[in-house]
């Protein structure tokens, strides 16, 4: 087994996981497997050169002192302004291009109160229309189909909180109108009865 080799290889692995830590999220892991690599890439320098020859073990660990931050910096400072980096970084976006979240907030608590219509069937998120704006929002924990009138009742976050507007059919409206018009001559009648005295 050629310690040399592996002292190389896994010392290059080790900086190429430290430009990757950078640019991913990884809660660390990869930070974890980078220091990893280099404690093997140390032991493996140790097995080929300190025994054999002391100057190539001291001229890997200052080869590995400057590359490690050499690299650090490359992935910080120049790697975003390469042709790949910029391909692969996405540019922030100005001030302009992007709307206040104190501003977009207003905008949303503005909009309490209107009445919408769905666009997708709300699972319970999905698209609502308001004043020709579309919009993320959640039903109260309710499935609601698309092309449903909906009101706006909150805000949470960036979404907008609906319910399902009752709209009462003619029919049913007007059974209503005669159900109370009869309840209420009825109500209206005096008792024909005597209760009987005990």
């Known amino acids: 087994m050629d310690y040399s080799l592996i002292a190389i290889l896994a010392l290059a692995v080790a900086l190429m996981m430290m430009v990757a830590e950078i640019f991913l999220p990884s809660g660390g892991i990869i930070a974890v497997l980078a220091l990893t690599s280099i404690a093997g890439s140390v032991w493996a320098a140790w097995m080929a050169?300190?025994?054999?020859?002391?100057?190539?073990?001291?001229?890997?660990i200052a080869s590995v002192i400057v590359l490690i931050p050499t690299t650090l910096g490359f992935a910080v400072r120049i790697f975003?302004?390469?042709?790949?980096?910029?391909?692969?970084?996405?540019?922030?976006?100005?001030?302009?291009?992007?709307?206040?979240?104190?501003?977009?907030?207003?905008?949303?608590?503005?909009?309490?109160?209107?009445?919408?219509?769905?666009?997708?069937?709300?699972?319970?998120?999905?698209?609502?229309?308001?004043?020709?704006?579309?919009?993320?929002?959640?039903?109260?924990?309710?499935?609601?189909?698309?092309?449903?009138?909906?009101?706006?009742?909150a805000v949470e976050g960036n979404r907008?909180?609906?319910?399902?507007?009752?709209?009462?059919?003619?029919?049913?409206?007007?059974?209503?109108?005669?159900?109370?018009?009869?309840d209420d001559k009825i109500a209206d009648e005096s008792l024909d009865f005597e209760v009987p005295e005990s």
């Open 49 to 60: 050169w300190w025994g054999t020859s002391p100057g190539s073990w001291w001229t890997y």
């Open 80 to 153: 975003p302004n390469t042709a790949w980096g910029k391909k692969v970084i996405h540019e922030v976006p100005t001030l302009d291009e992007v709307t206040g979240f104190r501003e977009e907030t207003e905008h949303l608590q503005s909009l309490i109160g209107k009445i919408g219509k769905t666009q997708t069937l709300l699972n319970p998120s999905g698209f609502v229309l308001v004043n020709h704006e579309r919009h993320h929002c959640e039903s109260q924990g309710m499935i609601v189909d698309a092309q449903v009138n909906v009101e706006i009742i």
């Open 160 to 182: 907008l909180v609906v319910k399902v507007v009752k709209q009462p059919d003619t029919d049913e409206a007007k059974s209503g109108e005669e159900s109370t018009t009869s």
